[in-house]
């Protein structure tokens, strides 16, 4: 069977957004909105890190889900339902059941050492100052949610597949042609931004929040599943519809700028008088949507237009992003605890952390994981320079 030839502006753009989370997370720390569900935060707090993060949260999760379910597809076109679930519960599954404990006690010693300096000034741990949010249980999938949505999502399109033989092929065609026509006209994003939009009801800000939860939301199902579903449907057509995104990502990335500030101004409308403007929840959501669609493909045609091929630190990049995913948090809270007193300013410590945390992951990701068991675990065996291609054989992570 010949296999397809690997986009690697793709891998490109997976790495800079599993990047951009080392970003996100470092703004956290420095929100000038306290009533967020994270229970540590510096004193030193900016505007800058509250658009930051709505910047990069409108389209960093979507980005993602497109991308997996258009890798899904490849893996079933190249393997099968069954062959691609054996692949996502080895690259997927299996880092998440051995790496969510560790990484999960290490992450509440340090939030537990952040609360302690807010309180005390100093680290410490102290649980009865520990706050409690309901709205996120005690045991959850932290910062990994995403493996473990796309786990279900694998699933389900292994089950969907399956049922989908007793459909009529001219329902299948149906559906796949519908799904190319939002994805090719301008239109379209409009029309796949009202499920978005229609969440907006359930959310107390208007915007699905990850939970966390072992037990799957019905708002984060609908919210993350329509991109891996376009990512799915995406795959077929991908001669044509990736060229339309390359030849258009800079009218896509407009557009979005226009539908995230009209976001802006519909929040800043929303924290004044919520009741000014009827169901405003859902022209909030609606309006993110508009700008996560449109800034999806958007960046998926850049880096097909200006970032097509890789060269060696690209692709270094691009193999450390797993690791950088799973492990970034560590820093992005332990460099918080570290700069807590230091006498700097909201940006200057979010500079300060945002390259701490990368070298140290980066770091950490050559001495203990590209050419180890863990590195093979996450990415497939890698081999050293100088070493010949019979003494291992590389697979690249989808």
């Known amino acids: 069977m010949n296999q397809p030839q690997r986009l690697y502006a793709l891998d490109n ?223 077929p057509y991908r001669e044509t519809v990736l060229q339309r995104y390359a030849k258009s990502c800079w009218l896509y990335a407009a557009a979005g700028m226009f539908f995230f500030i009209v976001f802006l101004g519909l929040s800043k409308r929303f924290q004044g008088n919520p009741e000014a403007i009827p169901y405003i929840k859902d022209w909030l959501a609606f309006s993110y949507g508009c700008a996560s669609w449109l800034w999806s493909f958007a960046l998926i045609g850049a880096f097909l237009r200006y970032l097509p091929t890789q060269n060696r630190l690209l692709r270094y990049l691009s193999d450390s992003s797993y690791w950088v995913y799973l492990v970034h948090m560590l820093g992005t809270i332990g460099f918080g605890v570290l700069l807590y007193n230091a006498p700097f300013n909201a940006l200057t410590k979010m500079l300060i952390n945002i390259s701490a945390t990368t070298a140290t992951c980066l770091l950490t990701y050559q001495l203990l994981v590209r050419y180890t068991a863990i590195g093979t675990l996450l990415n497939g065996r890698r081999l050293r320079l100088g070493q010949k291609q019979g003494a291992g054989k590389e697979m690249p992570a989808v």
Not at 79 to 88: E, F, S, T, V
Request: charged share 10%.
């Open 13 to 235: 753009l997976r790495a800079a957004v599993m990047w951009l989370g080392i970003v996100l997370h470092v703004s956290l720390n420095h929100l000038t909105a306290t009533n967020t569900s994270a229970p540590w935060h510096d004193r030193a707090t900016s505007v800058v890190a509250d658009l930051t993060l709505l910047f990069i949260h409108a389209f960093r999760m979507p980005v993602f889900f497109i991308l997996a379910g258009f890798f899904v597809a490849m893996l079933v076109e190249q393997r099968g339902y069954a062959g691609m679930l054996k692949h996502r519960l080895r690259r997927i599954g299996l880092p998440f059941l051995i790496f969510w404990l560790p990484l999960v006690a290490g992450t509440i010693v340090l939030v537990m050492l952040y609360v302690h300096m807010m309180v005390y000034g100093t680290p410490g741990f102290d649980p009865t100052i520990m706050p409690h949010d309901s709205s996120h249980p005690a045991i959850n999938t932290m910062h990994m949610w995403f493996l473990y949505y796309l786990l279900w999502f694998c699933a389900l399109t292994a089950l969907l597949g399956r049922l989908g033989k007793f459909l009529p092929d001219a329902v299948k065609t149906a559906v796949s042609r519908a799904w190319h026509t939002l994805a090719t006209h301008w239109w379209g994003f409009l029309v796949l931004a009202i499920p978005l939009g229609l969440l907006g009801e359930l959310t107390k800000i208007g915007l699905v929040q990850a939970s966390g939860s072992f037990m799957p939301h019905f708002d984060e199902i609908i919210q993350n599943g329509i991109f891996f579903a376009f990512g799915c449907y995406l795959y």
